[in-house]
């Protein structure tokens, strides 16, 4: 059967979302869209509602439906959309350290192959590096839609330290059991890592966007959480992982202050205490 979603995972990405949605896919009370990142309230909605309530088949004893696509915290059009399409919907949000989210997303992109200069290079190719991160932006701009006791805002650091915990706390907020985790779930899904080959990272790629062509996002979905599949295709940072400056790191330290502050002002959160050294 098909249903309307009752919750969203809404960002931000490299916080542990895929991490989430391995959590969501085996919680057995819960359902998660198959493909991960199926974007239609931020980069696919001329396909139409009917398309996507179709990507939903939940089965009975599944109490929380919905999907995980971490480009909605940072969109500017998704939470009216949400809004006026999901009004009662449940919002799960995970958030990290700007500065650390920032170069993470800058080493997946190496690893992907979508950039190839320096940090520095690239922030000042690519502002969606630094804007991805700014929360209090994003943040406000889904509170001027909804009550606050909609989001559920996690922290990527409590993932690292008590993955329990963290994962009760979202059981809690969806409303079902909040079962002991499995093995597979109390360590890294996906550590940074580089290409075993760039040929074959690079055909990977071409794959999979082929493959979201084709509306086969559940196919990209299982591949991309497939930890052998991973395996074969990069391999861990050992001492060649790449640093950030110290100065870059107090120039993004600077540039999200304001942000953290602003974020703790329309959430109730602290992150500024958290992460502002």
Known sequence: M????????IGTSKSGSTWLFQLLSWHPQVYAYPGKNLGFFSTRFEKGWDWYVSNFKPEPQHQAVGEISHSYLASDKAPGRIKEALPDIRMLVCLRDPTQRTFSDYLDRVKNGSMSGTFEEELE???????????????????????????????????????????????????????????????????????????LAGGAKTLSTLARKLGLNWIRGKVKTNRTIRNILYRPYGDDKPKMSPETERRLREIFKPELELADKVAGTDLAARWNR
Request: charged content about 25%; proline content about 8%.
């Open 2 to 9: 098909t249903a309307v979603p009752n919750y969203l995972y």
């Open 125 to 199: 190719r690519d502002p969606g590096l630094i804007n991805r991160s700014r929360y209090g932006t994003q943040l406000s701009q889904f509170l001027e839609h909804f009550d606050r006791d909609r989001f559920h805002i996690a922290i990527f650091d409590d993932l690292a330290t008590d993955p329990r915990g963290f994962a009760k706390g979202i059981f809690d907020f969806l409303g079902v059991e909040a079962l002991p985790l499995p093995g597979k779930l109390e360590g890294k899904v996906l550590p940074a890592g580089v290409p075993r080959s760039t040929a």
